[in-house]
């Protein structure tokens, strides 16, 4: 998400401090008053961006840990904050905001310094966030911090329906054997992308109660694929209507069709309407597949990269990481 700047000056920040539970009132103001003054100087006069489900931000948080960080005004409000996320060898940035009031005298870049610093010091082979591809003055900002762009992320939608069999799902199993399977999960990304890892995402997921991990195994009982997924609303208030992938990986473009059927049974059996799918444009024949199958465009983002820390591609299957929450 992009970091929204101004020509307003602010007074002096405090920061980075670590963002703790106690801070989400404050996370969800700045988050809403930045997006809303973002659409605003788009044009979309009207557009009020609501406040975050706080079981969303509580994962935003415990998923970034460290990497968790807010700024504070001289009266200590929340102003500003960067929630930088390591998964192994994987860094991004986001949600990221300054607040209107804030903005225009170099917080923003004093914010995503201290999400790269941070990665770095982690030792993260890959750098990077996401943004709203039509506006341009946040391209060119990422682009003086020395990020690149690269291609757009799709969220493609398809609706719920049934499946000929039930999907198996990482919480109904026994601790033991939740065990033995997310040791599973984190040998097949890192098979396909050597130092990825997801299974803090997939605990957090499971300890929060926001949604579950959908398991393709096949014929001879190898695990083929996971997709880590969150039933939880995204925006406070709002009903469950939607299954939102946040990590997806499969051994071979073959098989994202057996998991996207297996989501969509899960995505009904849930509760929820539809599946959403955040596609990186990199996996051209996979977009197409799921544009076959049905799916619909609903959004973009454009990825951008640290320049030297490049997200590479998956070997020979798929490797679709969400970087947002």
């Not at 801070?23 to 979309?44: C, H, K, W």
């Not at 995503?112 to 010091?121: E, F, H, P, Q, S």
């Not at 033995?180 to 992308?193: F, N």
């Not at 959908?214 to 406070?236: K, Q």
Request: glycine content about 8%; proline content about 5%; overall charge neutral.
């Amino acid at each position: 998400m992009a970091v929204v700047r101004t020509w307003r000056s602010t007074r002096s920040a405090d920061g980075p401090h670590p963002a703790r539970r106690e801070d989400i009132p404050g996370l969800n103001q700045v988050f809403s008053d930045a997006f809303t003054e973002r659409y605003r100087r788009d044009g979309m006069i009207g557009v009020r961006v609501p406040f975050l489900n706080p079981a969303i931000w509580r994962y935003a948080i415990e998923d970034a840990a460290e990497g968790a960080m807010l700024w504070r005004s001289e009266r200590g409000e929340v102003i500003a904050f960067n929630m930088t996320h390591r998964s192994g060898v994987e860094g991004w940035m986001g949600p990221l905001a300054v607040r209107p009031e804030s903005q225009g005298s170099g917080l923003g870049k004093d914010l995503v310094r201290a999400g790269i610093d941070w990665l770095n010091r982690a030792e993260a082979r890959v750098i990077g966030l996401e943004t709203m591809p039509r506006t341009m003055d946040n391209i060119g900002f990422y682009s003086s911090l020395g990020l690149v762009p690269g291609r757009l992320t799709m969220t493609l939608t398809l609706e719920a329906a049934p499946a000929d069999r039930q999907a198996l799902v990482l919480g109904r199993q026994p601790r033991g054997t939740q065990d033995d399977l997310i040791a599973e999960c984190r040998a097949l990304v890192g098979a396909q992308i050597p130092g990825y890892d997801y299974t803090r995402e997939l605990l957090l997921t499971d300890h929060l109660a926001l949604g579950d991990t959908v398991l393709l195994r096949d014929d001879a009982d190898a695990l083929i694929g996971f997709a880590l997924c969150h039933t939880a609303p995204l925006v406070e208030g709002r009903s469950r209507d939607e299954l939102r992938v946040l990590k997806l990986v499969v051994r071979s473009l073959p098989d994202l069709d057996a998991m996207v059927r297996l989501l969509a049974d899960y995505a009904r059996r849930s509760g929820t309407r539809r599946v959403a799918l955040r596609v990186q444009g990199e996996y051209v024949e996979a977009y197409q597949r799921l544009i076959a199958l049905g799916a619909r465009v609903r959004w973009t983002d454009l990825r951008m990269s640290l320049a030297g820390a490049p997200e590479p591609r998956a070997a020979t299957g798929i490797v679709w990481s969400n970087w947002e929450v």
